[in-house]
């Protein structure tokens, strides 16, 4: 039987699975972050920790593996492909790819070979494939270039929005009191002036707070999430019309932990909204398997295996998000 490498590797954890030509998962090894832009020397060791270690647990040895398939966070323009090919190509496998996280993502999230994904957590992301194998990415550079919202945005949201509200420039919010208690504060006074002068940098983890206060019936928190699944579906449209995939039938696989584990109440129908103008055979599906099947699944289909529904159950019995 042969065997297929996936890697997925991110800014917080590396993560790589074999499996054999059947789908049945043969290992899975865990590392720490593979994003080249936190530090280069931390992604090589990381990456090549996970696979050494992957191949341990399987018994596997570097030539047993048919196709490797790295999905790396960062992995965005040619300038990054200079360095991640010496990493990956340190490994020694016959056969290797590089993409984006973003697609392994996408190939993870649906059961054909073409489709968007929008990413929301920390950031954003869009990209697609068409039918064709044509790729596009939309975002996932900031604010400044175009970008809005993922976690760390919506926490500077959120803190911008307990100060409006006490100066008098918005109505009142439930956002407040959530966000003093969080940061342990007993007024926005304090709040205000400690964080000018300590130069405080507001904490990633206020974002749920936004969803706790739309649930709660906040206006401004709701109108904050209607802004980001607006943005996301935006984004989402640019990259279909840039594929011409306006009369495909496809997925739009949602990803990121903003997307999956928030109320989707408050994006999902913003999202789709933006989207249905444009291309009415794309149906929204959130990711619930770990992105790593997707390198797993691109692997495969670069040796020429074509995925069934008893490859697609066996690499699902083990790994839900």
Not at 78 to 84: G, Q, S
Request: proline share 3%; hydrophobic share 45%; glycine share 10%.
């Amino acid at each position: 039987m042969k065997a297929y490498l996936g890697v997925d590797a991110g800014g917080t954890k590396t993560k790589a699975m074999i499996t054999d030509e059947a789908g049945r998962v043969l290992a899975i090894a865990k590392a720490g972050p593979g994003n080249h832009q936190i530090r280069v020397d931390m992604a090589r060791s990381n990456i090549h920790s996970a696979v050494h270690e992957a191949l341990r647990s399987a018994a596997l040895q570097v030539k047993d593996i048919a196709v490797a398939w790295f999905g790396l966070a960062g992995a965005d323009r040619e300038a990054d492909y200079r360095i991640l090919r010496p990493i990956v190509a340190e490994l020694g496998f016959a056969q290797s790819e590089i993409v984006c996280d973003t697609m392994i993502a996408l190939r993870a999230g649906t059961t054909r070979p073409y489709g968007v994904v929008s990413i929301c957590g920390t950031g954003t992301n869009c990209a697609g494939v068409n039918p064709h194998g044509e790729v596009y990415q939309c975002g996932g550079f900031g604010y400044a270039y175009g970008d809005f919202g993922g976690g760390s945005e919506l926490a500077v949201e959120a803190f911008r929005s307990v100060i409006r509200a006490w100066e008098g420039r918005t109505a009142p919010t439930l956002l407040t009191d959530l966000v003093l208690a969080k940061l342990q504060y007993d007024s926005v006074a304090q709040l205000f002036h400690h964080s000018l002068d300590t130069q405080l940098r507001i904490p990633p983890d206020l974002a749920p707070l936004v969803f706790t206060a739309a649930s709660g019936g906040d206006a401004i928190a709701r109108q904050i999430l209607k802004k980001q699944g607006e943005e996301l579906g935006i984004s989402a449209k640019a990259v279909i019309q840039k594929l011409e995939m306006q009369h495909e039938v496809f997925d739009l696989v949602l990803a990121g932990s903003v997307l999956t584990k928030g109320a989707s109440s408050f994006l999902h129908p913003y999202i789709a909204e933006q989207v249905a103008g444009v291309a009415p055979g794309c149906q929204l599906r959130i990711l619930d398997v770990d992105p790593v099947v997707g390198a797993v699944f691109l692997a495969m289909e670069k040796d020429g295996i074509s995925l069934t529904d008893a490859i697609y159950a066996n690499i699902a019995q083990v790994s839900h998000v």
